[in-house]
């Protein structure tokens, strides 16, 4: 999935951007609650962060495949607001245009070395604390 995110993305991306990490994940309220109801509530995406931005992708609720760009924010803008890593699910909270306060996507630990590779570069592009929690 990842490498068909970073092919789909470079295709658009101006030249020069170096493609950092990226990572699965859906908004709503904690994944242990799961319901036909939070379901439909759910949105789910993949989130890029590259060395000027942060890209966000819509997934299928099914396949999980990457459809369209739903929103790009310039890290130096503070599109990063937390990384909050936790034993099963962590948290990546996003401020997303449009919105008065930050986006939680819930990221299950089978994307936890990427989500430490965006922490890392979360923090050392948007000097935010890696280990925030």
């Not at 908004?27 to 590259?50: E, H």
């Not at 803008?77 to 996507?105: D, E």
Request: glycine share 6%; proline share 6%; aromatic share 6%.
């Amino acid at each position: 999935m990842r490498k068909q995110i970073i092919e789909n993305l470079s295709a658009v991306a101006p030249a020069g951007e170096q493609f950092a990490c990226c990572v699965h994940g859906m908004t709503g309220p904690s994944p242990w609650i799961d319901n036909i109801v939070v379901q439909a509530l759910r949105k789910y995406y993949f989130v890029t962060l590259t060395n000027t931005s942060v890209i966000v992708n819509r997934a299928g609720r099914m396949a999980n495949r990457p459809k369209e760009i739903v929103a790009v924010v310039p890290v130096q803008a503070g599109a990063i607001v937390r990384v909050k890593k936790g034993l099963i699910w962590s948290k990546l909270y996003l401020m997303l245009p449009g919105r008065s306060k930050p986006t939680k996507v819930n990221v299950h630990r089978r994307w936890n070395k990427e989500l430490e590779q965006f922490g890392l570069a979360a923090a050392s592009v948007a000097r935010i604390p890696a280990q925030a929690g």
